[in-house]
């Protein structure tokens, strides 16, 4: 009855176990969460006025299919300023949140069983995009050895004249690693040599860096912007989950085939939310008040996690998310992560759906009186 590539998805555990803690704190349980995958800061008023505004004037109808030309004209601004995406080389749409951004993106590029390289550890729901999307995903393994950062020689390896698609997304989501720009000009040469392949670049959370570090798009390398579709929005750094607003940005050709995809199946995004984006991607303020927060929180969640000598964090680069080795501990990451929640009302994300064993993901997208609660009741956790 039900279509083999949909009963073949997996649930996602990102969204499962939010939506625990979530019920568990509605029921008045004291949660640590740290599984949340959202900034827990509230939308900045500035940008929630002009959404009042917007509903007042009546801007509640149908937009163009990939977005307003005002909000699809200021991210193509951004892009070209401070992305260093020159302009003519990008097409920009405007979708529902970066999830469906992905999505579009891989429909658009994979002709049946195609193969997509996705570095593992990964987000969770690249694997079942491109299940629906038809094509079949090659891992890339990352090590803890080198940092859980690409090594072009091996990447060279996994590339077969079937490869179409390579994933990356940094700063990552669940390892919160980045690249330098030399870094990604070592994979950009081996890109060039690989004449049909291309790069689906997730760069959602380029605004949380930490220790002054800086985001380099890789569209920006040279020869790449033809070759690569870039995906950002406005969730993780407006504190905008819920509002829905991501984009896709690339070659004229891609995109226009993709904008076939929003007409006939999203018409356009929430006009209110685009609305909303437009006064947000106006902002020269908020973020990096916020990510300086978040740093603090960093310094925190990981000097408490390196005081127990069972645990072996991994200091974010940047992201809200800690990934931290559990190998020691002898259990494995799924039994750990329940086990904390049920004995120590401490929610984490195994991060065994994200590819990789022996490791959680702990988000720092919570205050400091919740990361210190969490790290004492995680010390009373190992001591059983
Ligand atoms: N990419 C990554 C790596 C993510 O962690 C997320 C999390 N939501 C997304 C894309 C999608 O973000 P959204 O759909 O909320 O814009
Ligand atoms: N991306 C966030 C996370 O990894 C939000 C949940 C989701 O969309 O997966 O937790």
Redesign the pocket.
């Known amino acids: 009855m039900i279509n083999p590539k949909v009963a073949a998805l997996q649930k996602s555990a990102t969204l499962k176990i939010t939506a625990q803690t979530k019920k568990l704190v509605r029921e008045g349980r004291d949660v640590v969460n740290f599984a949340a995958?959202e900034p827990d800061f509230d939308t900045p008023d500035f940008i929630k006025e002009a959404a009042h505004r917007a509903i007042d004037r009546g801007e509640t109808k149908y937009t163009p299919s990939t977005g307003m030309p005002a909000l699809k004209e200021a991210i193509a601004e951004k892009l070209a300023k401070e992305n260093s995406i020159p302009k003519e080389h990008q097409q920009v749409i405007v979708t529902s949140?970066?999830?469906?951004a992905?999505y579009t993106a891989l429909l658009t590029l994979l002709a049946p069983n195609e193969e997509v390289i996705v570095p593992a550890p990964y987000?969770v729901?690249y694997p079942e995009m491109i299940k629906l999307a038809g094509g079949t995903m090659k891992p890339l393994p990352l090590t803890a050895e080198r940092s859980f950062k690409i090594d072009p020689a091996l990447l060279k390896q996994h590339l077969t004249p079937q490869s179409k698609v390579l994933i990356l997304?940094y700063p990552s989501?669940p390892t919160g690693v980045t690249y330098s720009e030399d870094e990604l000009r070592e994979i950009a040469a081996i890109v060039r040599a690989h004449d049909s392949l291309f790069v689906l670049s997730?760069e959602?959370?380029e605004k949380l860096l930490y220790d002054g570090r800086t985001h380099t798009s890789f569209a920006a390398l040279p020869g790449m912007a033809e070759r690569t579709l870039t995906?950002n929005?406005f969730?993780?750094a407006y504190a905008m989950?819920g509002w829905?607003v991501?984009y896709l940005a690339g070659p004229e050709k891609i995109i226009g085939a993709a904008s076939n995809i929003l007409a006939h199946t999203t018409s356009c995004l929430c006009s209110i939310s685009q609305h909303a984006a437009l006064a947000a991607i106006q902002d020269t303020e908020w973020i990096s008040k916020m990510q300086k927060i978040l740093e603090q929180r960093r310094d925190l969640l990981f000097a408490g996690l390196k005081r127990y000598p069972k645990l072996s964090p991994c200091k974010p680069e940047g992201t809200f998310y800690l990934f931290c080795d559990i190998r020691e501990t002898g259990i494995d990451s799924s039994t750990f992560a329940a086990q904390l929640l049920t004995q120590q009302l401490v929610s984490c994300i195994p991060a065994e759906p994200f590819g990789q064993e022996g490791y959680l993901r702990m988000s720092f997208a919570t205050g400091e009186e919740q990361i210190e609660k969490g790290i004492a009741r995680i010390g009373a956790f190992l001591e059983k």
């Open positions: 995958g949140g970066a999830k469906y992905l987000w729901s997304n989501n997730d959602i959370y995906v929005g969730s993780k989950t829905r991501g």
